[in-house]
């Protein structure tokens, strides 16, 4: 790739949490405002995955991570850049904060971290986010499309307009944006791996707009992957269950983020470095070469979705 040099690969920071450690609820009564900031949770999610070692999957490649600053997004970047890709991360002003400390991480793996703040509900954004990801970073090789908006209502009759719009404008309005941007510059072996959700196989009766864009999700995944496969470009999906992400924390009410993933078998929620090892998995050709089309659940033991 064009002004790459050879990274060197260094070693998660060794506190972070290992394997029999995981954060069980209740956790602390907490709630913030949209869209959440992950710096202030508590316990922080754990993101750095200690126990997961780069092998060069993803050397020389260049990643575009939408919602890349927190959450499952930001464990992703880090992951990505341990197996040798550039990264840009796209995220709200807002979120600056967790944007810096995510650049920060990429940037101790020995990989380039580019910082596109903007609103993936806009089409020109989308446009000028691949621009300058392929200006600065040389290319453009694998797109996740992380972005995700939530607002939980009992009834349809507390759905405004204006909710409606705003869920699925950043749910699928932005993954369909990003991802027309983006494939006229992707080569034969690139990936675009899609943030699904179970609630858009099993449907939730308080995230009624949310589970639909879920749902449409899994099926833009799907009729993609057959759009695509034929230039070379795999599409699949990663759909997870509950996962400590800040997405939830400034959704529910206090006492529900403290039992959040309390109903998974396993009694907890994921970490976002339990989920991201999915997305390397998807990116690299070397694991998933055969593979488009698919949405991959992980739910905590639960054996059955949709």
Known sequence: MPGSTKKSKRAAPKTAARRGSRPQPPFPKQTQPRPGIEAKMTPRPAFMAPEYHGSGRLEGKVALITG?????????????????????????????????????????????????????????????????????LGGLDVLVNNAAYQEHQKDIADITD???????TTNIFGYFYMAR??????????????????????GSAQLLDYSSTKGAIHAFTKSLAQMLVDKKIRVNC???????TPLNVADKGASEVAQHGEDTPMSRPGQPEEVAPSYVFFASNADSSYITGEVLTLLGGHTTAG
Request: glycine share 10%.
């Open 162 to 168: 204006e909710q409606l719009e705003r869920t699925f």
């Open 181 to 202: 941007a983006a494939i006229p510059h992707m080569k034969p072996g690139s990936a675009i791996i899609n943030t699904g959700s179970v609630t858009g196989l099993e």
């Open 68 to 136: 890349g600053d927190s959450g499952i997004g930001r464990s992703v970047a880090v992951l990505y850049a341990r197996e040798g890709a550039d990264v840009a991360i796209v995220y709200t002003k807002e979120e600056q904060r967790d944007a810096d400390e995510t650049r920060q991480a990429v940037e101790h793996e020995g990989s380039r971290c580019l910082l596109i703040p903007g609103d993936v509900r806009r089409s020109e954004f989308c446009e000028r986010a691949v621009e300058q990801t392929i200006n600065e």
């Open 238 to 244: 990663v759909a997870p269950g509950p996962i400590w």
